[in-house]
């Protein structure tokens, strides 16, 4: 399709999600193109036994192993690190493991402090009022109090700290070290339409009972019903540009391979 759009969003993950929501208000005509489909979490590997299995096949963090239409390979030969990702609504959301620690007000200040990298240009608290905005769309968990960073309040109590975190907890005081349950997106209470965790199963390749905060059911569903569209399947090949040499649209493949 041809037809211009005020604003062209390509890909429907983590950033994606919040930059349609956050500007679904001003009423432009918002496309999003994304080259996967919507998640169906009735066919997540947490439905199943054979969930370990398949977090090494259809659901490996690596595009690679994976290998869905969706997915192109992508060669990590010459990196230490190899690449992990997922397409589809909610990007990598979807297989992430929901921990959602803030940055510190020292991150942004690294050239001062440590002498390396660059000092970014906007402080902590110029962003702290979007971090507290993104944590109640994700719907975090955590405890407040924490005396190492500035307060903040998650909008739900936090996981329990189980065997292993207790364990951990105890060796730390031994070492006195400070430590402090983390933050993250999984929901310990029920939260504006997703379910508490009941401990399914491991969180990374997708969660079934949408504890865990994924875009594709925190902030997609609002942006589409304040009218953004989102077009799935659709893989952008190129990003055509004006004569000032400006991004000025798209080449894309639909579905159909057109
Ligand atoms: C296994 C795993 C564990 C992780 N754990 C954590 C964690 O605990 N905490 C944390 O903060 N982060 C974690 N992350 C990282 C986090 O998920 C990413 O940083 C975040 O999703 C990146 O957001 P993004 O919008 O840049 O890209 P993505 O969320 O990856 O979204 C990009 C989207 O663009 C689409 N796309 C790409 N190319 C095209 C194209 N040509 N045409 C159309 N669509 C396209 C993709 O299909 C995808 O949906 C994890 C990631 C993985 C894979
Ligand atoms: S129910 Fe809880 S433990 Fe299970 S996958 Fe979801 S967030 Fe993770």
Known sequence: MNDPVDVLIIGAGASGAAVAWSLAETKMHILCLEQGGWMNPATYPSTGRDWEARAFGDYSPSPNIRAQPE??????????????NF???????????????RLHPSDFRVRTLDGVADDWPVDYDTLAPFFEENDRMMGVSGLAGD???PPRSPPMPPLALGRSGTMLGKAMNRLGWHWWPSDTTVATADYEGRARCINLGHCT??????SKASTDITYW???????V???????????TTNEHGMAAGVVYYDADGV
Request: aromatic residues 6%.
């Open 71 to 84: 997915d192109y390979p992508v060669n990590d030969d010459n990196s230490p690190i190899k690449v992990v």
């Open 87 to 101: 397409n589809g609504v909610g990007g990598g959301t979807v297989m992430y493991t929901a921990h959602f620690p």
């Open 147 to 149: 005396p190492g960073v």
């Open 205 to 210: 390749p997708a969660c079934a009972q949408g």
């Open 221 to 227: 569903p609002v942006a589409r019903r304040a009218g």
């Open 229 to 239: 569209e989102l077009r799935t399947h659709c893989r952008v090949r190129e990003i």
